[in-house]
């Protein structure tokens, strides 16, 4: 296989981010998807959230498991950490890649097919046990890879390209998301990198599961008039409920909004995510008044898009399992095996 790769000389005079990288730095291999395809897109937005976020490359783990969405790791963060797995089983590889080194940032991509179907109990236990890590969902409804059938994500009565209609319901991964305990919830659509990059910023510096369902058509097979997740279905139906901005913390937040306008949601490491509301009842800390929201919009074909849950108190798996500050592949032979005196008394205690 032949890879096309990019020059390492760039323009000296693009800006650079507090850390000294440009934008550059953080991009991969040249893309193979399909010209068009939605995943290029939140790839795109991964890359300017991460040189915004001013993250050292070094510092990420990117994850994936099989389908087109787990390719696109590869066209991103090419002087990061990377693992591609095996089809539905990136969540226990990072799970475990997690606890070994928590002093790493965890970026999980995977797609509809990898994370609704075969990967589906995977998925599910990532989220309840609070692992802490941005879980990227590229949602396009279809298996790119084998020519298009029906995802477990495709809507009830959506058309297939052939025109055949898909008669099961949906797996609808932000409404699992939510029950199962994640602590950062949202939906965006590829197309809106506005909304789509703050959402990935807030994610990546979220302390628990954060979870982003990306609505991204596939140009060559799910992206036609029968399509619930096409570009021009999603634009018509998109309801979103927030317009986000991202603030590290240092920076002046600007208080000049009218009460209620504003939602300032602090995350335990001291950013902010701040809300700009488009609909004053809406509470993003409500975890079943979002999952309400959600149902009540879907009764008339919209899309919600934006934050929908944050959890401003968030825990992680190593916070449950109470392990200690420093990574565990960094501790030494004496502190990982401390000894059968220390293994007897853990015994005793279980008896």
């Not at 309840?128 to 969902?137: E, F, Q």
């Not at 919209?302 to 968030?314: I, K, R, S």
């Amino acid at each position: 296989m032949t890879f096309i790769t990019k020059p390492r000389l760039h323009h000296p005079t693009l800006q650079k981010n507090k850390v000294g990288y440009t934008r550059r730095d953080y991009e991969g291999r040249i893309s193979t998807l399909c010209a068009g395809c939605g995943h290029d897109s939140i790839s795109a937005a991964i890359i300017q959230a991460c040189w915004e976020l001013d993250i050292e490359p070094h510092r990420v783990a990117k994850l994936s498991g099989i389908g087109c969405s787990s390719k696109t790791p590869d066209y991103f963060l090419g002087a990061s950490h990377g693992f591609n797995t095996v089809h539905g089983r990136m969540p226990s590889v990072l799970t475990g890649a997690n606890l070994a080194n928590r002093s790493l940032l965890y970026l999980g991509v995977s797609g509809d097919g990898d994370s609704a179907s075969i990967g589906l109990g995977q998925f599910a236990n990532a989220m309840r046990r609070g692992v802490r890590m941005a879980y990227i969902v590229e949602n396009n409804g279809v298996y790119g890879l084998t020519k298009g059938q029906f995802s477990a994500t495709a809507d009830r009565g959506s058309k297939s390209k052939k025109g055949v209609v898909n008669s099961d319901s949906p797996v609808d991964l932000v409404g699992l998301a939510l029950q199962l305990g994640a602590t950062f919830v949202a939906r965006s659509f590829s197309g809106d990198k506005a909304q789509l990059v703050p959402l990935i910023k807030g994610a990546m510096a979220h302390g628990g599961a954060a979870f982003i369902d990306v609505i991204s058509p596939c140009v060559t097979f799910n992206n036609h008039g029968g399509s619930t997740k096409s570009y021009d279905y999603i634009r018509q139906h998109n309801e979103a409920v927030s317009r986000i901005d991202f603030m590290t913390p240092g920076e002046e937040i600007t208080t000049d909004y009218a009460p209620g306008d504003v939602i300032d949601v602090p995350q335990h490491d001291g950013t902010v995510l701040r809300l700009r509301k488009l609909h004053e009842a809406y509470d993003p800390t409500d975890r079943y008044a979002a999952l309400a929201y959600m149902n009540e919009a879907a009764k008339h074909g919209e899309v919600v898009t934006g934050l929908l849950y944050l959890d401003p108190l968030a825990t992680d798996l190593h916070t449950a399992f109470n392990t200690c500050a420093t990574p565990l592949n960094a501790l030494a032979e004496a502190q990982l095996c401390p000894g059968a005196g220390a293994l007897a008394k853990i015994n005793a205690a279980l008896r």
